[in-house]
C-alpha cells in the first residue's frame, strides 16, 4: 500500500508529474491541493509536513490526472477570479480571462450618465456585466446570452455575488431587447477564425466552440454587433468590443464605415490590441 504523503511530499511529487504538460506545475499544484483542502496557500506552506487523509490524497490524484489531460483548471475548481471576484465557471461557457479585465477598465473610465444604461452582449458566466454592476452600482446594466446553460450560470454568479440589480435573460444578441436603448453596449463575441491551429491546443480544446468561433475569418460575430449596435445606442452612446489581436485594423475600418465616431482600440497587458472602442452620434 502507497504511503500517504504531507502537503510538501504531494506538492513536489504533483509539480514533477505536471512540469511536462504544464507552464505552470508548481502553481496549479497549489491551486489543486487548496481546492481539496478547502485552505488557503499559507496553510500549505505552514502545515506542509501534515498527512494527508487517504479521500484527500484520492481527490488529488484524481484531479492531477485530470489536468495531465489537459482539462482548465478553472474547470477542476469550478471557480476563476476576474476583475477580484470569483466567478463560477463550466464547460458550457467561455473562462473569464485576465485580458478581458482591460474591456473593463475601459469601460468604466467613460464618461457615462450617473445612472447608464449598458447591455453585456454574450454574457456567459457574466463575468462582464457583473463586474461593471459592482464597481458601479448605480448603473443600469443587462445581460444576454442566446445558451440557456449561460444564462442560469450567469444568475448563479449574480446571486453569489448579491448583484440582484443586473437583468439577466436569454437573447440571441438583440432579439430580446426591443426597443431598448443604451449609453453602453459591451461584448466579448466569438472572434476566432474556426480554422486557426490554437483550437487544438490549451484550455480552449475544453470551451465551447460556439463561444470561441464565428465565420469570415472571425468577424462575423464583430461585424454583426457592430451594425446592429446602431439601433440600440443612446445618442453619443458607446460600442465596445473584445476582438483577436489581428483584428483591430480591420474592425476600426468596418466601425468607420458603419458610421461610428473616435474610434480606437485598446491593448491588453502582453501590449497586444484587444478591444475597440467606437462612439454612435446620430446627426439625424
Given at each position: 500500500m502507497q504511503a500517504i504523503e504531507t502537503i510538501q511530499q504531494a506538492l513536489?511529487?504533483?509539480?514533477?508529474?505536471?512540469s511536462d504538460s504544464s507552464d505552470s506545475a508548481a502553481?496549479?499544484?497549489?491551486?489543486?491541493?487548496?481546492?481539496?483542502?478547502?485552505?488557503n496557500r499559507t496553510y500549505l506552506f505552514?502545515?506542509?509536513d501534515k498527512s494527508l487523509t487517504s479521500s484527500e490524497?484520492?481527490?488529488?490524484?484524481?484531479?492531477?490526472e485530470l489536468r495531465l489531460q489537459g482539462h482548465p483548471i478553472a474547470h477542476l475548481i469550478g471557480e476563476r477570479e476576474f476583475f477580484?471576484?470569483?466567478?463560477?465557471v463550466n464547460a458550457t461557457t467561455l473562462i473569464p480571462r485576465p485580458d478581458t479585465e482591460v474591456l473593463v477598465?475601459?469601460?468604466?473610465?467613460?464618461?457615462l450618465p450617473a445612472n447608464a444604461k449598458v447591455l453585456d452582449l454574450g454574457t456567459g458566466t457574466g463575468a462582464i456585466a457583473l463586474s461593471l454592476a459592482h464597481e458601479q452600482p448605480q448603473w443600469q446594466v443587462s445581460a444576454?446570452?442566446?445558451?440557456?446553460?449561460?444564462?442560469?450560470?450567469?444568475?448563479?454568479?449574480?446571486?453569489?455575488?448579491?448583484?440582484?440589480?443586473?437583468?439577466?435573460?436569454?437573447?440571441d444578441w438583440f432579439s430580446a431587447i426591443s426597443g431598448q436603448h443604451f449609453d453602453l453596449i459591451v461584448s466579448n463575441p466569438p472572434y476566432i477564425d474556426e480554422e486557426d491551429h490554437h483550437l487544438n491546443q490549451g484550455d480552449v480544446r475544453f470551451e465551447p466552440l460556439s463561444a470561441l468561433t464565428a465565420p469570415d475569418n472571425g468577424y462575423r460575430d464583430l461585424f454583426h454587433i457592430a451594425d446592429l449596435s446602431r439601433q440600440y445606442l443612446l445618442n453619443d452612446g458607446y460600442l465596445l468590443m473584445e476582438h483577436g489581436f489581428e483584428q483591430g485594423a480591420i474592425l476600426r475600418q468596418q466601425l468607420k464605415d458603419l458610421g461610428y465616431q473616435a474610434v480606437r482600440t485598446i491593448k491588453d497587458y502582453g501590449d497586444n490590441e484587444r478591444c475597440t472602442l467606437a462612439?454612435?452620434?446620430n446627426c439625424d
Open positions: 513536489r511529487r504533483a509539480c514533477l508529474l505536471l502553481l496549479d499544484s497549489e491551486i489543486l491541493l487548496q481546492f481539496v483542502l478547502a485552505k505552514t502545515w506542509g490524497a484520492l481527490k488529488f490524484q484524481q484531479l492531477l477580484s471576484l470569483p466567478f463560477k477598465e475601459t469601460a468604466l473610465a467613460l464618461a444576454v446570452d442566446k445558451v440557456a446553460a449561460a444564462v442560469a450560470l450567469a444568475r448563479e454568479n449574480q446571486q453569489m455575488l448579491g448583484l440582484n440589480q443586473v437583468v439577466i435573460c436569454q437573447s462612439q454612435w452620434v
